[in-house]
């Protein structure tokens, strides 16, 4: 049996979009389960829109989220002489013609279609016209000869038997007048070449697919299987595009969402295992199939990949976390300072409480980071006589403490409520302001035995 190949083909005309990450994921996790090869092909023929900036977001993209590719990639621009080579082999063997329509009555064709309301397809004037009869001043592009009658069927490993009518199919263009080839060429080339046993890709391909397997016949090559993912949809239906907010990695990333939880939601962003939701590594290869793949849109819904990144969070070793958290910073916030880094570890199992992100870390986080209080100038309104009071009271009863530990600061707090005829909040709230900057944040207890004895005098005394 032949060795599984599978590729993943993005053009870097643009930033990786989330819809991409997936296909590469399914590509790579359907390769490694059945033990075969997984190829980056790098789809650089638009010379005008493909950038090296988008090519270098693509790989790390990919590399953020753990999924490697076997070899180098392939680097399609390098063998648009194979491409050509083959178009001309097709125009050799009967199975495309040379098309000499000018670009005006292409586009009289196009304006008549749509005043009938029916799609386009090109006409096939040029398709059995003999070669004498060409005019010499309009250099022509070569068309594929497709097939006219009968229909043909797709055996998708996902959507099932698609079929299709042939006169559906125009003569679809191979190589332009400039001698460029253009996709559906270039793709079956490649795949050839790459002898991909394997084409998983969005379901908006699929006329791509019966244009393609023509080409595979016509030069007599093996065809490879395919199945056609559906694609991602908004929340609310519509088709996720680039201009989508959160459609690339990049929009993930800079909010604190973990790589593995966003492989994890990914995953499961359209297919199913049983009923399990929690994945590792390990277990996304060895459960991956093709068949637990949907027949219909799924939607992009933030608040599971939040709610998935919480879960990550909560269950992640403290090391790791501190690590992940520690990168976020150096990427998008201030870098953590060396003396806080020790704080930082020991705290992280309360700072990582009801957290959805490294972002929401990073924020419980700020009264350590930083050395002054930065008052949320709201919350310090609320700092009246009373909460000085307290404030003042608190600090005189933990100047006298021997152990500072979190049952005699229950204590103090305890006795405080007492005599001043208040409730958890009337002591609580003034401190976790003083100490912090606002009302909300971590448990006081957490915030005041992390600080340290001498910072929270520090800090209580700031306020009088």
Known sequence: MKKVATRFAPSPTGPLHIGGVRTALFNWLYSKNKSGEFYLRIEDTDKERSKDEHKIQILNSLKWMGIKYDGVEYIQSKK?????????????????YKCYCTTEEIEEQKKRAKQKKIP??????????????APKDIKPVIRFKSKIEGSSTLNDLVQGDVEIENNTIEDFVILRNDETPTYNLSATVDDHIMKM?????????????????????????????????????????????????????DDYSKIGILPDALRNYLLRLGWSYKDKEIFDLNESIKYFNLEG????????????????????????????????????C????????????????????????????????????????NDKVI?????????????????????????ELKVFNRENLEQIVNKLIKSNNTNFKGVGQPLRIALTGSKFGPGIYDIILSLGKDDVLRRLGDIR
């Open 330 to 369: 150096d990427k998008y916030k201030d870098k953590i300072k060396e003396d806080k880094e020790n704080t930082i570890k020991n705290s992280l199992n309360f700072l990582k409480n009801k957290a959805k992100t490294l972002e929401d870390i990073f924020n419980n986080s700020k009264y350590i980071l």
């Open 375 to 399: 008052f949320n100038e709201n919350d310090k309104t609320l700092i009246n006589d009373d909460a000085k009071k307290i404030i003042r009271l608190f600090e005189e009863n933990i100047l």
């Open 120 to 133: 386009y397809v090109y006409d096939r004037k040029w398709r059995d016209v003999s070669e004498d009869k």
């Open 293 to 328: 793949i949907g027949k219909s849109p799924s939607k992009l819904d933030m608040s599971r990949i939040l709610s998935m990144n919480e879960y990550y969070i909560k269950n992640s070793n403290e090391n790791t976390l501190y690590e992940k958290l520690r990168e976020y």
């Open 80 to 96: 648009i002489g194979e491409h050509v080579k083959i178009a001309k082999e097709l125009l050799k063997n009967g199975h495309a």
């Open 197 to 249: 046993t394997h084409i998983i890709r969005g379901d908006d391909h699929k006329i791509n697919t019966f244009k393609q397997i023509q080409i595979y016949e016509a030069l007599g090559w093996e065809v490879p299987l395919f199945a056609h993912i559906p694609l991602i949809h908004t929340i609310d239906g519509k088709k996720l595009s680039k201009r989508d907010n959160a459609s690339t990695l």
